[in-house]
């Protein structure tokens, strides 16, 4: 865990908070509001850009005009990695860019929420590339404007085990809380880079995201995935160890979650398109700079067992200063949809640098 050590105004109405059903968070369906529970506290002040030259340009580029601009952001809001959303909000990011912005809790599944953003129920949301692009192949009127950092997944398992590295999977069965899910697809690629079938030479076998542990413990697998916060809070338990991560080697420079928009706003309102995307790379940025104030915005949607110091290292470990936009996201893309190529997600006819010009829009062009 020591990667967590490298990488003013009113707060959050917690009243109102508890009145939106926060409890229910994790589990709310499409349709459950969140935005109106926060209290925007003006913009926010505290920002380097001069890290961050394209971001610091785009940011200055002027507002929209006129009544605020209302849309719905779809996200998870059990997902620590996405901590600069209500950042966004409270601290003022999307009033910043004249937007009124609504969240939609979603947990349905990913064709699900594809299909909610291309038909106009939503308007943008976020999610994991290695789940959103076998989905996208199919074509949603989908188009992914950003990615918005790494560093989600991470394989665990027991500290007295024989698994201390990826390679130590080749013959084992391992937990998933998800045989299609992002987390398997990233491990089984970095698997077939090492030589390793993830498809002969692992057994993966489908648990309960929140029982994944108990394999472990009852001696059923060797090792599971998980995401945070969960597996950060395991890993606070001495009798885990992490074996890999998305942050390890060459990945450590990509995004695995990614920003999508709908097709036609992109198309017929391209400043509002720019704008969404700008305020939130811009409350990445803030989240990178200000973890333990980012710790504090997300912390009514965090599992009661995390502290806010736990919500403060899971900021400070995911990469919140990389998101790329416009070829170097096209290169990502087409990165990961060669990945998924190898290990017989996308069919190997797929023209992976056709599908991620396809699937791309580069905002700030316009």
Request: glycine share 8%; proline share 5%.
């Given at each position: 865990?020591n990667?967590?050590?490298?990488?003013?105004?009113?707060?959050?109405?917690?009243?109102?908070?508890?009145?939106?059903?926060?409890?229910?968070?994790?589990?709310?369906?499409?349709?459950?509001?969140?935005?109106?529970?926060?209290?925007?506290?003006?913009?926010?002040?505290g920002?380097?850009?001069?890290?961050?030259?394209?971001?610091?340009?785009?940011?200055?580029?002027?507002?929209?005009?006129?009544?605020?601009?209302?849309?719905?952001?779809?996200?998870?809001?059990?997902?620590?990695?996405?901590?600069?959303?209500?950042?966004?909000?409270?601290?003022?990011?999307?009033?910043?860019?004249?937007?009124?912005?609504?969240?939609?809790?979603?947990?349905?599944?990913?064709?699900?929420?594809?299909?909610?953003?291309?038909?106009?129920?939503?308007?943008?949301?976020?999610?994991?590339?290695?789940?959103?692009?076998?989905?996208?192949?199919?074509?949603?009127?989908?188009?992914?404007?950003?990615?918005?950092?790494?560093?989600?997944?991470?394989?665990?398992?027991?500290?007295?085990?024989?698994?201390?590295?990826?390679?130590?999977?080749?013959?084992?069965?391992?937990?998933?809380?998800?045989?299609?899910?992002?987390?398997?697809?990233?491990?089984?690629?970095?698997?077939?880079?090492?030589?390793?079938d993830?498809?002969?030479?692992?057994?993966?076998?489908?648990?309960?995201?929140?029982?994944?542990?108990?394999?472990?413990?009852?001696?059923?697998?060797?090792?599971?995935?998980?995401?945070?916060?969960?597996?950060?809070?395991?890993l606070?338990?001495?009798?885990?160890?992490?074996?890999?991560?998305?942050?390890?080697?060459?990945?450590?420079e990509?995004?695995?979650?990614?920003?999508?928009?709908?097709?036609?706003?992109?198309?017929?309102?391209?400043?509002?398109?720019?704008a969404?995307?700008?305020?939130?790379?811009?409350?990445?940025?803030?989240?990178?700079?200000?973890?333990?104030?980012?710790?504090?915005?997300?912390?009514?949607?965090?599992?009661?067992?995390?502290?806010?110091?736990d919500i403060?290292?899971?900021?400070?470990?995911?990469?919140?200063?990389?998101?790329?936009?416009?070829?170097?996201?096209?290169?990502?893309?087409?990165?990961?949809?060669?990945?998924?190529?190898?290990?017989?997600?996308?069919?190997?006819?797929?023209?992976?640098?056709?599908?991620?010009?396809?699937?791309?829009?580069?905002?700030?062009?316009?």
């Open positions: 865990m990667d967590e050590d490298k990488r003013g105004g009113r707060g959050l109405d917690r009243r109102h908070l508890l009145q939106a059903g926060l409890a229910a968070a994790f589990a709310a369906p499409l349709g459950a509001l969140g935005a109106q529970a926060f209290v925007p506290r003006g913009i926010a002040s920002i380097d850009f001069s890290e961050f030259p394209l971001c610091r340009t785009a940011s200055d580029a002027p507002a929209l005009t006129g009544a605020p601009r209302k849309l719905k952001l779809s996200w998870n809001a059990g997902a620590v990695c996405l901590a600069p959303v209500p950042v966004a909000i409270e601290h003022g990011f999307f009033q910043k860019h004249n937007l009124d912005v609504e969240l939609v809790n979603y947990s349905g599944s990913t064709d699900q929420l594809l299909e909610a953003i291309a038909t106009g129920k939503s308007d943008a949301g976020l999610g994991m590339a290695l789940r959103w692009l076998k989905p996208l192949e199919q074509g949603f009127d989908v188009k992914i404007a950003a990615g918005t950092h790494g560093g989600c997944m991470r394989v665990l398992s027991r500290a007295d085990s024989n698994v201390s590295k990826l390679a130590d999977l080749k013959g084992k069965v391992v937990a998933v809380g998800d045989l299609a899910g992002p987390d398997k697809n990233f491990f089984s690629i970095q698997l077939a880079k090492l030589g390793i993830p498809v002969k030479d692992v057994d993966w076998r489908a648990y309960p995201g929140n029982l994944l542990n108990v394999a472990v413990e009852k001696g059923e697998v060797q090792a599971f995935l998980s995401s945070d916060p969960l597996a950060y809070l395991w606070k338990d001495t009798q885990y160890r992490e074996v890999a991560s998305n942050l390890d080697g060459e990945f450590r990509k995004s695995c979650c990614i920003l999508g928009l709908r097709g036609s706003l992109v198309r017929e309102e391209p400043q509002v398109a720019r969404i995307t700008q305020a939130l790379l811009d409350a990445a940025m803030f989240t990178s700079q200000n973890a333990t104030i980012a710790a504090k915005s997300f912390q009514p949607y965090a599992p009661k067992a995390a502290t806010l110091a403060e290292g899971m900021v400070r470990y995911h990469t919140h200063h990389h998101h790329p936009v416009g070829d170097v996201l096209k290169r990502e893309l087409k990165a990961y949809a060669d990945d998924l190529k190898s290990v017989q997600v996308f069919k190997p006819s797929t023209d992976t640098a056709k599908f991620a010009e396809r699937i791309y829009v580069d905002v700030f062009a316009v």
